[in-house]
């Protein structure tokens, strides 16, 4: 080590020591000013206020931990209905986009175009603002199939009532770890043996298979409840029953999955076309099947391309989700970040902790990330 | 003549199966065409599923007929290897085809045919479409936000002078092509930054910033007397030491009146807004978030662990939240940590916010176009003797930022987009004048036509940012 390597290493570490020094320093002055003490007791405080929208049982008696929690919980049931739809338009998109029909290929190449030049919150806003502003409303909403409504207030639509809900939970996931073990036997076999199993056949038998089982053995039965529709008040109506989608997750749904589908399609494109043509001339000509050229020799090659930028996107949704607060879903930002923070004013704690909600959400994904590109990174040697 | 065997059209009777499929085909589209033009039903006759499915049928059977391979006519092979190469894809085609047809006629009705384009009133927009008098009637706010109108022409004297200033490179001899960057990197920034606070806000002319300057112009013309020897440490020292001359000791007593010496009426920035405000938000972040994004990279990069470590915090940190939460904290928390006394004007906070934000964004585009480079040409500047800043400006940073054009420009496409979230903190640019304009009691119910305009806008700011770029890149692609 000598001088000139450890000076500007000093010299770095005196400015951010300093530059941390002078905040922390100002913020105990200010608060001491203020009499506020720091402190993250007021997490078990009644909340007192409430939420429009939540997956579990909160109102205001509960505690500002659990307001955090009914947070948190929205914004991931938002991220994953924006992740599927996204992922299942970015990934039809992204093939329309290099299909020989010139058709085809423009009206892709026109969405992805279109959607990604205009910013998220703008789509957001259209979406629910004027777009969704436009359905009719609750009482004169014409049914979709006879038991679908689409309202101004919201979406109506039909939800299972279930009797013993956990034995079918357990059926699916004793289906899935099935499937995870007929999926290691028959890739031994095909190292082994060369014969090749029908796994995607099973797995759907399997999945079928147990639930359904758990139906005629388990006493689980489902019912299916549709929305009715019911009077309030002489000019008010709703539907009772089912399941309420309101606008606001609808509108950021939409919009989410509509704009980062556009980001995905075009990861998707990139990998398919960077799978050079001799790979797929090479599989041919050793006698592969078309169905088996795609699974066995493209695909392996494309997602090793496509994965990486496509969780990164799924992580940008993710973080998107929180342009909520601008129309008011109640997820993590709004409700904690804004409601409770007005008011308990508690701002250093507040942001805090809604930072490093999200921090430990994206370092864990990317984390994860790293392991999995280790893992199916060519080996060279 | 052969027989026509109408399953599997061949070369043999060309013209039979043409003349057929081309006439059913046409035939399909006129049948979707009257009906969503002229509302004309040429099939009322048949039964109701029939009769809506039948385009799609005669369409399909047409072209079936006239996929012929190999046929020797131009452009029906043209057709057929683009819109009609299997079955499968004449049915996506037509699919698209009809779509467009149908989707046509009220898209211009709303957009044009009865669209109200007249009058400045909500009571001039009586028809079913789109309401243009209302954007006509606001459009001076969404460009200009709350600004008074009698001083608007400095933000479009200040646009235009920096326009014509940001295209100086364009024009720029052999001679001086070389100061470019630096003109670009430093001066013009500087300039831009005068000219927001001197025109658009009418800021007074001797300030903190303006010893700064005359501090700096000072040291540099001192500068070239220097020997090279000492010239960093000289630069370290002389323009901060001018700098507290000039501020505490020269000019200390007429501080107060030369203070308030000012050449406009001042506008506070929460008056400024609309189109105009995205504009200078997204023209600064884009201005400091480069070289801040290129410093941590290569701080990222660095064989210095502290620098290392702190940088790689620091990306990591901004990455992992989202912008809504950094504007949150700059606004609700940022007071916290400053000195009572001291006071941040909101819309810096914000570009300083954003700022750092995409400053990450960068960094990571960057060290990706670093670690693209080959081993080979860190090791042959280091062999010609070059030091660690020589080498990563003559010959790292040029080839590592060609390869990294489409990343950066993604990036700051990123960022003009983002500007609209400025509204957390209360500013408004134009999708917040919008959000205003759609709450005024007189105009209720505009909000389509405000998105949409406002969707136009950006769509041609953020279409001719990427066309631009992907130009760049083409410009400065190098075969490897």
């Keep these: 080590m000598n001088f000139k390597k450890i000076l500007p290493q000093l010299l770095t570490l005196v400015v951010v020591i300093l530059v941390f020094g002078f905040f922390s320093y100002n913020a105990q002055v200010n608060m001491e000013n203020r009499g506020i003490t720091f402190g993250y007791g007021f997490l078990t405080q009644e909340s007192s206020f409430d939420v429009q929208f939540s997956l579990i049982e909160y109102d205001g008696s509960h505690s500002y931990f659990r307001a955090y929690l009914v947070g948190l919980l929205n914004t991931i049931l938002v991220s994953v209905i924006g992740i599927v739809f996204a992922t299942i338009i970015g990934v039809v998109v992204g093939i329309a986009r290099l299909s020989s029909n010139y058709l085809i290929e423009r009206t892709a190449a026109i969405y992805v175009e279109f959607f990604r030049n205009i910013p998220l919150l703008l789509q957001i806003f259209f979406w629910y603002f004027a777009a969704l502003r436009a359905l009719p409303l609750p009482e004169k909403a014409e049914p979709i199939f006879g038991v679908f409504f689409l309202t101004i207030k919201g979406f109506f639509i039909p ?16 289906a ?27 797995s759907i038998g399997l999945l079928i298979i147990l639930p359904l089982l758990s139906f005629l053995l388990g006493g689980v039965n489902a019912s299916i409840e549709i929305p009715v529709i019911e009077q309030l008040s002489q000019t008010s109506f709703t539907y009772k029953g089912g399941l309420k989608l309101p606008p606001e997750l609808i509108s950021l749904a939409l919009a989410l ?12 494109r990139a990998g398919v076309q960077g799978v050079s043509k001799g790979q797929k001339e090479a599989a041919a000509s050793i006698g592969l099947t078309p169905n088996q050229v795609l699974k066995l ?21 993710t973080k998107n989700s929180s342009l909520a607060a601008a129309i008011a ?11 409770a923070l007005m008011q308990t004013g508690r701002a250093i704690e507040i942001v805090s902790i809604t930072m490093l909600t999200y921090l430990t959400l994206s370092i864990t994904i990317s984390i994860f990330m790293n392991w999995y590109n280790k893992k199916i990174a060519i080996k060279e040697k | 003549m052969n027989k026509l065997n109408f399953l599997s059209p061949d070369k043999n009777n060309l013209y039979a199966y043409l003349y057929s499929g081309i006439s059913l085909f046409s035939l399909s589209i006129l049948i979707v065409f009257l009906n969503s033009f002229f509302s004309l039903d040429l099939t009322s006759f048949l039964p109701g599923s029939i009769s809506y499915f039948l385009p799609l049928i005669i369409g399909f059977i047409g072209l079936h007929l006239i996929r012929i391979e190999y046929s020797g006519l131009k452009f029906l092979d043209i057709v057929n290897k683009n819109i009609n190469t299997n079955k499968f894809n004449a049915l996506l085609s037509l699919l698209i085809i009809f779509a467009v047809i149908k989707s046509l006629p009220p898209l211009l009705s709303w957009f044009i045919i009865d669209a109200n384009f007249a009058g400045d009133s909500k009571d001039a927009c009586s028809g079913s479409g789109a309401c243009w008098a209302y954007i006509k009637t606001w459009f001076n706010r969404f460009m200009y936000g709350m600004y008074p109108n009698a001083e608007q022409w400095r933000i479009n004297l200040s646009f235009i002078a920096l326009a014509f200033l940001g295209g100086v490179g364009f024009f720029a001899t052999e001679k001086f092509k070389k100061y470019l960057t630096l003109y670009y990197v430093v001066i013009y920034p500087i300039i831009a930054f005068l000219f927001i606070f001197f025109f658009i806000s009418g800021g007074p002319i001797f300030f903190d910033f303006s010893y700064g300057i005359i501090a700096a112009v000072i040291s540099i013309i001192i500068g070239f007397f220097i020997p090279s020897k000492f010239k960093m440490y000289y630069f370290l020292i002389i323009p901060i030491t001018i ?35 995205t504009f200078i938000v997204s023209f600064f972040c884009l201005i400091f978030c480069f070289p801040v ?17 702190i940088s790689i915090g620091f990306i990591e940190f901004w990455r992992g939240v989202p912008l809504i939460t950094v504007l949150f904290m700059s606004s609700v928390m940022f007071p916290m940590f400053l000195p009572e006394d001291m006071f941040i004007d909101k819309l810096v906070r914000v570009i300083i916010a954003i700022s750092l934000f995409e400053a990450a964004y960068v960094a990571e585009v960057i060290r990706g176009g670093l670690q693209a480079l080959p081993r080979g040409q860190y090791d042959a500047a280091k062999s010609l003797g070059m030091g660690y800043w020589k080498m990563h400006i003559f010959v790292i940073l040029p080839q590592a930022l060609k390869l990294v054009i489409p990343g950066i420009a993604n990036t700051f496409l990123a960022l003009v987009k983002d500007t609209p979230l400025i509204f957390v903190v209360g500013l408004l640019e134009i999708v917040g004048m919008l959000n205003l304009a759609k709450t005024n009691p007189e105009w209720l119910g505009f909000a389509m036509e405000g998105y949409v305009f406002a969707s136009i806008v950006f769509f041609i700011i953020c279409y001719a940012m990427s066309k631009y770029s992907y130009n760049l890149e083409q410009k400065y692609k190098t075969e490897r």
């Design chain 1, 159 to 174: 939800a299972f009532v279930w009797n013993n809900l956990n034995i079918f939970i357990y059926s699916v996931i004793a």
């Design chain 1, 176 to 202: 899935i770890i099935a499937i995870f073990f007929v999926r290691l036997y028959a890739k031994k076999k095909q190292e082994n043996q060369g014969i090749q199993t029908p796994v995607l056949l099973i």
């Design chain 1, 257 to 268: 999955s509509l704009y980062t589908a556009t980001f995905i399609a075009e990861c998707v």
């Design chain 1, 297 to 317: 020799v493209v695909m392996p090659q494309a997602l090793r391309i496509i994965i990486p930028p496509t969780t990164n996107q799924y992580l940008n949704l």
């Design chain 1, 329 to 339: 879903y109640p997820d993590l930002v709004l409700v904690f970040a804004g409601t």
């Design chain 2, 243 to 277: 700098y507290i001359l000039l501020k505490y000791v020269f000019f200390y007593e007429e501080l107060i009146e030369l203070g308030k010496i000012q050449a406009f009426e001042w506008v506070e920035t929460g008056a400024w807004g609309g189109l105009s405000l």
């Design chain 2, 293 to 309: 994004g290129l410093f941590l990279s290569l701080g990222r990069r660095s064989d210095l662990p502290i620098i290392k470590y």
